[in-house]
């Protein structure tokens, strides 16, 4: 799904499965009614969707900044625990 989302593409729906959007669109012009646009509530289930996977990216790249900001203060807090043991018993 994450994919579709990415590139702009509507997510296919059961039925619409081995169609591309292309074809999903051409056939609704041609005025086929397709099972994901059947009703607003098809509608809003496919928007709930596709903000799951956003979230779902955000979570990711949110994760990937915490570690790398945890691994800078734990670099800060052992170079000054290096300092410290350096001053009381001398360098190594």
């Known amino acids: ?25 051409r056939y609704e012009q041609a005025g086929y009614v397709m099972s994901g646009s059947r009703n607003r509530r098809m ?26 900001e945890k691994a800078v203060r734990e670099k800060k807090m052992l170079r000054e625990f290096k300092m410290l043991v350096d001053k009381k018993v001398g360098p190594s």
Request: overall charge negative; cysteine-free.
């Open 43 to 68: 509608e809003a289930v496919r928007m709930r969707k596709e903000n799951q996977v956003y979230s779902a990216e955000e979570r990711a790249a949110l994760s990937q900044f915490n570690y790398e």
């Open 1 to 25: 799904m994450a994919a579709f989302v990415e590139s702009g593409e509507r997510i296919p729906r059961r039925g619409e499965i081995g169609l591309t959007s292309d074809e999903i669109e």
